[in-house]
Structures are given as C-alpha cells and as structure tokens.
C-alpha cells in the first residue's frame, strides 16, 4: 500500500482536490498517460495506476467544447485510479475538478516536467514496493563499498564497525539492517529508524555514532556489495587461502559477493575489511590478484618445461 500522504510529500505536490482516502493500493510501479482514454479508446487503461496529464492530454482537453469536455472526464473518473497529476504547473479545467471531487480522487499539480516528474515518481514507487527483509547484521560503507558484516552474536562485528568508523569510514545500520532489492541485481540496506546511529557495544552500552563522531561518520542507505560473514576461528578447518574460488550467496534473489573470514586474537578486522573492499573494487575493474598469481605461476612453469625439452 502506499501512502498518499507521504507520496505527495516525497514528489513535492500540491493538493488541488482533496480525498478521503489515505492509502492506495498500487502494485506496480509504472504510471499512466491517459491520451488514448481522452480520446475514448479503453480497451486497454491501465486505472489502477497513478495518472499523469502533460501539455499534450492538457492541450487536448482545453481544446473540447464545455459539455464535451465534461463527458470525456465523467467517462475517465467512472474508473477507480488512485490519483491524477498535472505537471508543468498547468491548472486543470473547472470539470476536471468537479468529476474528481465527485468520484473522491485526489488531483495533484507538480512544477516538473512531465518527464522528469515521471522517472522521480517511478524511483519512489520502486523504492516502496521494492521487495523487503531484515538481516540480523552490520552495514558499513567502506570506501564506497557497502559491507554487510555477519555473524553469530558476540563475534565482534559492531566492534569491528567501530573501528571502521574511527578510521574514517560510515556505519549505516548496527544490529538490524533492513534490505530491499530496487532492482534485478541492486540491494539496498538502511536502518529502522527508530535506531539510526546508535550501536551497542558490550561493556559499554549504546552510544550514538552521528553525535560522537560527526555527521560524516553516518549513512541513511547503501548498496550491499559485499557480505564478509565472520566466525570464530576453527583448529583445524581448511579456510580459502587463495581467492581463486569467488562464493556468493543470495539475498532476495540477488546475486552478493560473500567471504568467510575467521576470528581469533590478533586479527584487525578493520585492516581485513578495508582490504576486502578494496579487493572487490579492484574485480570490478577486470583485476585479480589470484588469478594474476595463478597466470604467473602457470607461465613460469611453461617456461621451464619448454626450456627442458
């Protein structure tokens, strides 16, 4: 569902005609421009979409004799749509007014163009109905990377943010992360707001990461680009020593880079983390480390059996 409140807040609209209605049930998040329905083809109207009127259906309109006018808009407001947008500051005529007065649809006037009032309309309507979870974990933004760090309680991730931000870096959520998927292959997180920068350290308590350190140190949103889930080191246990083998692991459908990065005393996690980051820059770029090491030594090893024959 979405709000009709906050949608007219987050688009900068102003109320022309007001509604009862607080919510609307929009599924999809593609707009509508109601040409052809003006015209009186509905065969195919897609009603249950926010409708948008530009110069050309504004044109049109103010082009109709009155009493044709009225009938076209009558027909169109028999649908129930959940609003209707004038953009370019453009007032509506007198029965557009009335007719959506009458079926109790909002009307909504926007200073944009009708372009760019559609590409920030169709981001918000993304952004909202985007698929939801919530991960138990750490968000961080570290060199532009975000870095979704998890872990069994107590292992040391909020710590390890701590020293990320100290060093330069910016917590984005502590504990609870909220993530939605705005498109095939982008996760975004943030944090519930009700406990946006603050972190719990044990032996400590809550502190409050934006009034400590400044408001640099803090991030609404980011883009997870990479989970490091971080476990208590294992004697014994075989670890990835190499990077030859990339692990993902998917959340909502979406593809992440995911490292298994063992813990014992000693490790500076936040050294660990940076260079992590900075790895997944560098693959994004075309350049491995492994894969360079593994050509080499397969280069090396040609040379000399071809330096025996």
């Not at 705005?182 to 997180?189: A, H, Q, W």
């Not at 032996?203 to 208590?232: Q, R, T």
């Not at 063992?262 to 994004?284: F, H, Q, T, W, Y």
Request: proline share 4%; glycine share 6%.
């Amino acid at each position: 569902m979405i709000q009709a409140a906050d949608f007219a807040k987050a688009l900068h609209l102003t109320e022309l005609s007001p509604s009862t209605k607080k919510e609307w049930d929009i599924r999809s998040a593609d707009l509508n421009r109601p040409g052809m329905q003006l015209c009186g083809f509905y065969e195919y109207f897609a009603y249950e979409r926010p409708q948008v009127i530009g110069k050309v259906e504004m044109t049109y309109l103010e082009e109709l004799e009155p009493a044709e006018r009225r009938a076209r808009l009558r027909k169109y407001f028999s649908y129930d749509m959940p609003c209707v947008v004038c953009c370019r500051s453009m007032m509506p005529p007198r029965e557009l007014l009335e007719e959506a007065r009458a079926r109790d649809i909002p009307v909504y006037l926007s200073n944009l163009l009708t372009t760019k009032f559609t590409f920030q309309a169709i981001t918000y309507l993304n952004r909202c109905l985007a698929p939801r979870v919530t991960r138990h974990g750490v968000l961080v933004d570290v060199y532009g990377m975000g870095v979704l760090i998890t872990g069994e309680s107590g292992v040391g991730k909020s710590e390890a943010a701590l020293e990320l931000v100290k060093r330069g870096h910016q917590l984005v959520a502590d504990d609870v992360v909220d993530i939605c998927r705005i498109s095939d292959d982008r996760l975004i997180g943030e944090c519930p707001e009700m406990v946006r920068h603050f972190m719990e350290i044990r032996g400590i308590g809550i502190i409050d990461i934006k009034a400590m350190y400044g408001v640099g140190a803090v991030s609404v949103s980011k883009s997870i680009d990479l989970v490091m889930h971080l476990e208590k080191w294992v004697e014994g246990k075989e670890y990835d020593r190499l990077g030859l083998t990339e692990e993902y692991i998917t959340i909502l459908g979406v593809k992440v880079p995911h490292q298994l990065t063992p813990v014992r005393p000693g490790r500076n996690l936040a050294i660990i983390i940076e260079v992590a980051a900075r790895d997944l820059s560098l693959k994004r770029m075309g350049y491995s480390a492994a894969h360079e090491l593994d050509r080499r030594l397969n280069e090396m090893i040609m040379r000399k059996a071809s330096e025996q024959d």
